[in-house]
């Protein structure tokens, strides 16, 4: 139980979560690898439980009348998902499914219902960490007004960056470039095209889904131009 209290401390949100809450949802935990493409919820879907990743990577999305998918955002370790349905009459605002094998820890939503009806510190905590959210939710807006496609790609492989390199650094993308695409609201033959620029601009190598630098002020001095943030940017941080 002690390993399930250091686990949801790594979160933030937690920071101020009573012993009790802790000791509940600790006893409470289900840690279990789901694979690749394992839906955890639809949309509207009536909700009894939250998520902690511990592992992997997890999207978020809304589907169309015609099928599509609106990615909302991608989630990976140390994030929660799931959590806000507190606030949309205990249904689900959106769909979630891994994108790759997953370790999750699922909590019920009803001990954090109960920690924010009588914490208040935890409660101001969860309307602020909505706010980040909101915050970061309206930079991409910003961002696709002002950006082009390479600088918003740019943006993205800055929130998987190490923010402190000093020098070169080498991203990981975790998921598959039509992922990422749909994530910026590109087609892939348009993210294709920008990615080839974003390398021209910046020197960037790119071998399947690594990207190396030798210099990260490359990037953001090509990507932050168009954006009213400085860098480093704490609303580079994906989901909540």
């Not at 690749?36 to 439980?49: C, M, R, Y």
């Not at 909590?107 to 109960?114: A, E, G, M, S, V």
């Not at 910026?184 to 620029?197: C, H, W, Y």
Request: charged share 25%; net charge negative; hydrophobic share 40%.
């Amino acid at each position: 139980m002690s390993e399930n209290v250091e686990f949801l401390k790594t979160n933030a949100l937690f920071k101020n979560a009573s012993p009790q809450f802790l000791k509940d949802a600790s006893a409470a935990i289900s840690v279990k690898r789901f694979d690749k493409n394992f839906v955890f919820f639809i949309n509207s879907d009536e909700a009894q439980s939250f998520y902690f990743i511990k592992q992997g990577w997890v999207k978020l999305f809304r589907e169309t009348l015609d099928g599509s998918q609106a990615i909302v955002d991608i989630c990976t370790g140390g994030h929660i998902f799931g959590e806000t349905a507190i606030f949309e009459n205990n249904q689900y605002p959106y769909s979630a499914e891994a994108v790759e094998p997953c370790e999750i820890a699922t909590i019920p939503l009803d001990l954090l219902k109960t920690e924010i009806e009588t914490n208040n510190k935890f409660a101001l905590d969860m309307m602020g960490s909505m706010a980040r959210y909101r915050r970061q939710q309206d930079r991409e807006i910003e961002h696709r007004a002002l950006q082009n496609a390479p600088q918003r790609i740019g943006c993205f492989l800055l929130r998987l960056a190490d923010q402190t390199a000093d020098g070169g650094v080498t991203i990981q993308l975790p998921y598959d470039k039509m992922l990422v695409a749909s994530r910026l609201g590109m087609q892939p033959e348009t993210f294709s095209r920008a990615l080839n620029k974003l390398k021209e601009k910046t020197g960037m190598e790119i071998k399947g889904g690594t990207i190396k630098l030798d210099d990260l002020e490359k990037l953001t001095d090509f990507s932050c131009s168009a954006c009213s943030s400085s860098f480093p940017c704490n609303d580079l941080q994906s989901c909540k």
